[in-house]
């Protein structure tokens, strides 16, 4: 997990002591956010003084237009648009050095993401209110995050809001390589052990159905084709194998083929599962499966789970 450490809401008589103490700790970027405010390029100046790490900008802005010559000026390396924000059509100038993304809700949906791809292929995802720090992650941005990670699994996506160490151990498992945390780290003394949280796939308390994209039916709009008998594993963690069978298929618009495997590795787990024990199983597997399909004691499915291994998915 990379991580990028917000550190504009800091005070500036501590920030040199912050920043000493996140670069020792070995996060990747400083994020930096700005609404409406061109004191953050005074303040990315005073920032490249004390670090030499690459700086990630999130810009809230109407218009990014009259920041580019900044932007232009400054070193910083990334540089994100929050698109809920804009009041005209995103135009990324040709000639600047700093690569640009886009930002969006979580919950916004996610086919708008779409007509950005080629302007703005990066994506901050924001779980919390854009530009403000302090927030909480609630568990329904799991689902959310899901389905951005399903829809666009070769994009490179960071998640901002709310991150703490157990959040960012469901995140990895997810597959997300990238967030950006900010009171969870600053606010601390302790700013190493923070970051080693963020970084360690700590144990999680939750089960599989908190953590579920409910939304099965999604895969209809996918090529399915997977083996005619799949791995299922129970919510005490039993694994076994088993014919696949035909309402699971109908419900993700799936068929079979012959063999032990097909274009997707799928494997069925009940949702009652701990996600701790789910996440043990899958690392050792020697093969590893793209998704999880949950399925409830009836038998029925109710969601999905991308796993760190689903890439390179096209849709139809």
């Given at each position: 997990?990379?991580?990028?450490?917000?550190?504009?809401?800091?005070?500036?008589?501590?920030?040199?002591?912050?920043?000493?103490?996140?670069?020792?700790?070995?996060?990747?970027?400083?994020?930096?956010?700005?609404?409406?405010d061109r004191r953050i390029f005074d303040f990315a100046k005073t920032l490249r003084k004390l670090t030499q790490k690459p700086f990630d900008l999130h810009l809230i802005t109407s218009d990014p237009v009259k920041y580019w010559d900044d932007i232009r000026a400054s070193d910083i390396s990334e540089v994100t648009i929050q698109l809920e924000s804009l009041h005209v059509p995103l135009f990324v100038p040709d000639d600047l050095k700093s690569r640009v993304?886009?930002?969006?809700?979580?919950?916004?949906?996610?086919?708008?993401?779409?007509?950005?791809?080629?302007?703005?292929?990066?994506?901050?995802?924001?779980?919390?209110?854009?530009?403000?720090?302090?927030?909480?992650?609630?568990?329904?941005?799991?689902?959310?995050?899901?389905?951005?990670?399903?829809?666009?699994?070769?994009?490179?996506?960071?998640?901002?809001?709310?991150?703490?160490?157990?959040?960012?151990?469901?995140?990895?498992?997810?597959?997300?390589?990238?967030?950006?945390?900010?009171?969870?780290?600053?606010?601390?003394?302790?700013?190493?052990?923070?970051?080693?949280?963020?970084?360690?796939?700590?144990?999680?308390?939750?089960?599989?159905?908190?953590?579920?994209?409910?939304?099965?039916?999604?895969?209809?709009?996918?090529?399915?084709?997977?083996?005619?008998?799949?791995?299922?594993?129970?919510?005490?963690?039993?694994?076994?194998?088993?014919?696949?069978?035909?309402?699971?298929?109908?419900?993700?618009?799936?068929?079979?083929?012959?063999?032990?495997?097909?274009?997707?590795?799928?494997?069925?787990?009940?949702?009652?599962?701990?996600?701790?024990?789910?996440?043990?199983?899958?690392?050792?597997?020697?093969?590893?499966?793209?998704?999880?399909?949950?399925?409830?004691?009836?038998?029925?499915?109710?969601?999905?789970?991308?796993?760190?291994?689903?890439?390179?998915?096209?849709?139809?």
């Amino acid at each position: 997990m990379r991580i990028s450490a917000s550190v504009s809401s800091v005070e500036y008589r501590f920030l040199a002591t912050s920043v000493s103490k996140l670069d020792a700790a070995g996060v990747d970027f400083y994020h930096l956010d700005s609404i409406e405010d061109r004191r953050i390029f005074d303040f990315a100046k005073t920032l490249r003084k004390l670090t030499q790490k690459p700086f990630d900008l999130h810009l809230i802005t109407s218009d990014p237009v009259k920041y580019w010559d900044d932007i232009r000026a400054s070193d910083i390396s990334e540089v994100t648009i929050q698109l809920e924000s804009l009041h005209v059509p995103l135009f990324v100038p040709d000639d600047l050095k700093s690569r640009v993304g886009v930002a969006l809700l979580s919950n916004k949906q996610a086919d708008f993401f779409k007509l950005h791809l080629k302007t703005a292929p990066s994506l901050l995802l924001m779980t919390t209110t854009p530009g403000k720090s302090g927030g909480k992650f609630s568990r329904n941005q799991f689902g959310n995050i899901m389905r951005y990670r399903l829809l666009y699994p070769n994009v490179l996506a960071t998640v901002d809001g709310g991150v703490t160490g157990e959040v960012a151990s469901v995140l990895a498992f997810m597959g997300v390589s990238r967030v950006v945390s900010g009171s969870y780290i600053v606010s601390t003394e302790n700013m190493v052990e923070r970051v080693h949280a963020l970084r360690s796939d700590l144990p999680v308390s939750l089960r599989l159905d908190e953590v579920i994209l409910a939304e099965p039916e999604i895969l209809k709009d996918f090529t399915l084709r997977i083996s005619e008998t799949g791995i299922i594993v129970s919510a005490s963690g039993e694994i076994s194998k088993g014919e696949i069978i035909s309402p699971w298929l109908d419900v993700i618009g799936a068929k079979t083929v012959a063999g032990e495997t097909g274009t997707h590795s799928l494997i069925w787990v009940n949702e009652n599962i701990p996600l701790e024990s789910l996440r043990t199983i899958y690392n050792q597997m020697e093969v590893k499966p793209d998704l999880v399909i949950s399925i409830n004691d009836d038998k029925q499915p109710t969601g999905i789970f991308c796993l760190p291994s689903y890439q390179n998915t096209k849709k139809i």
